[in-house]
Every structure is written in structure tokens, then in C-alpha cells.
């Protein structure tokens, strides 16, 4: 996430996401599952403004996107507006205006990593002074992907998503990472992937604490990604069999020379990870010519320091 200060507001990059580990136990009591992952932000964004509105108003002007009183910008506002009010002298207001880049339906976390920015900005704006560990609770209860990107850079998510473990520090010593995204211009809802896992399963087997993760220090792990090893998505087999569409995909990319291709999060983008920034380039341009999605350039995103609550 970046935030830059405008002359009446804020503007912040939201960065979308890619999983390089995906792991998925078994439905829960309450109806979600456990997860274990590698979330990585990386340089594809959408960017929220913030400006004053008028007294007592909280709008979302859309650029892009559709139904915006549902949008999880406006949201994800309302709700930290209300959590604020009991100290509030008076009402809350702000213009808020979101441009989208990152297709919806993806598996890239864009609508997660917009309301985290609502939640970093407006905290900013209205001058609440709250950080990641206070904003946390507000984020998990708009999406399970959402409290990652309150800090973003690089991190091991568990339980729902929740449970943060950043690595960003062991990641970025080591250059970034060079991927080509490929967006099949078809959304997976995230509801029919794990209904799909779920029914794949002959017996429900929760996550344990044998996680390969656990076992593999986090620089070792950064180190292992680069030589194109420990990728993995549960979720790909499921979504292979009812998105054709996904499948083809992920089979014309692995015919590149990429290090590594792997579908992120529940779908439906598939991405190849490239050995450097111009091979990156060279086979993004290659694929434009072969195959019906967007095709996207990015790099692993760097923690920038003072952009957000630690």
C-alpha cells in the first residue's frame, strides 16, 4: 500500500495480491475454513481518494466498478465510522473515489486490499491514530484477505486469514520477484471454489501443524520460490475441472519458459513466475498475441516505510 498526501486528501495505491502457497482444510463449525498461504503483494493497483465531503456524508464516487453501496470501500468506511463514533465530537464525512485496475473475480485480492485502504486512509483522515493491531478486528469482519493488506509486502496468513506472520523483511533481501499475470476474463466466485473442494473430499481432514512451511525458515522459503519450488494451490484441480477457461490457460503458460505457474487464490488468474523483469516482459508480449485475457507485468511489491500502520 502507498499513500501519498494531495491538496485536500490522500490518494493510496492498493496493491493486488498473489498466493505462491495455498493450503485448505475442511469446513469449519462456523461455516469458513483454515487456510494456510503466502500471500505476496505485487505492482498491479487500484487507487482510493480521499477528500472532505459534505458534513456527515460518507460517499463512493465508482470509476469502474458497479453497485456501489456494496462495494467494500464504502463499507469497510461506514464501519470504521461507526466503530469511531462514541469519541467522535462530530459526524463523520469524506469523498472517497476508486479507480479499478485489478479485475474482480481474480484471485487477486482487489476488493481485500481497497477496503484495507479505507480503513488505513480514513484512519489517517479523520486522525483516529489507529494501526494494524486496532483496525485488524474491523478488517477481518469485511473479508478474510483483508487484514494482510494492512501491512501487505509479504506474509504467511493462517486460521481464516487472520493470523498475520510478516516475512516482509526476509523477502526483501533477496531482489524482487518477476511474474506475468493472466486474467482469463472470467470470474471464479470464490462461495463455488470452496463448495467444489469440499465436495472433492472422500474424508475431512483439518490443517495440522505439519505444515512444509513450518519447517523451512522464511528466507529459506524466499529462496526456494526463486528456483521456482514449494508453489502450491489446493484449489487448482477444482477450479480446472469447472472453468475449462482456467485450465487451457494455465496449460498455454506452462509451455513458456517460466520458472513456476500457478493459479492464485480460488481463480481465476493464473500466473507464471519469470527470471527476470525483461524475460517477464518478453513472454507477456508473446502471450497478448496467443491468448483471449489481460496480460499483466508485475514484480513483487517492496514494504514502503511510513505508508501505512505496521
Partial sequence: MRIEATPDGLRIQCPAKVNLYLEVGPRRDDGYHDIDSIFQAVTLYDTLEIRPGAPGEIRLEEVGIAEADRNLVLRAARRLAAFAAPRAREPFSALLRLQ?????????????????????????????????????????????????????????????????????????????LHYVLAYPRVKVPTRIAYESLDASRDIATALTASSPLDSIPPASVRFRLGCGEVFFNRFESVVFSAFPEVRDLHAVLS????????????????????????????????????????????????????????
Avoid at 487477486?108 to 481497497?114: C, I, K
Avoid at 486496532?134 to 469485511?142: H, N, W
Avoid at 493464473?270 to 508480449?285: F, M, Q
Fill in 100 to 176: 479499478k485496475r485489478i479485475p474482480e473475480g481474480a484471485g487477486l485480492g482487489g476488493g481485500s486490499s481497497d477496503a484495507a485502504a479505507a480503513l488505513v486512509g480514513l484512519s489517517r483522515h479523520w486522525s483516529l491514530g489507529l494501526g494494524a493491531r486496532e483496525l485488524a478486528p474491523l478488517a477481518l469482519e469485511l473479508g478474510s484477505d483483508v487484514p494482510f493488506f494492512l501491512t501487505g509486502g509479504t506474509a504467511r496468513c493462517r486460521s481464516r486469514g487472520e493470523h498475520v506472520e510478516d516475512w516482509s523483511r526476509e523477502f526483501e533481501q533477496e531482489p524482487a
Fill in 255 to 310: 509451455r513458456e519458459p517460466f520458472l513456476k505457474v500457478l493459479m492464485s487464490g480460488s481463480g481465476s488468474t493464473v500466473y507464471g513466475l519469470a527470471t527476470s523483469a525483461d524475460s517477464a516482459r518478453t513472454i507477456a508480449e508473446r502471450l497478448r498475441g496467443r491468448v483471449s485475457a489481460d496480460i499483466y507485468v508485475v514484480e513483487s511489491e517492496r514494504t514502503v516505510a511510513g505508508a501505512g500502520p505496521r
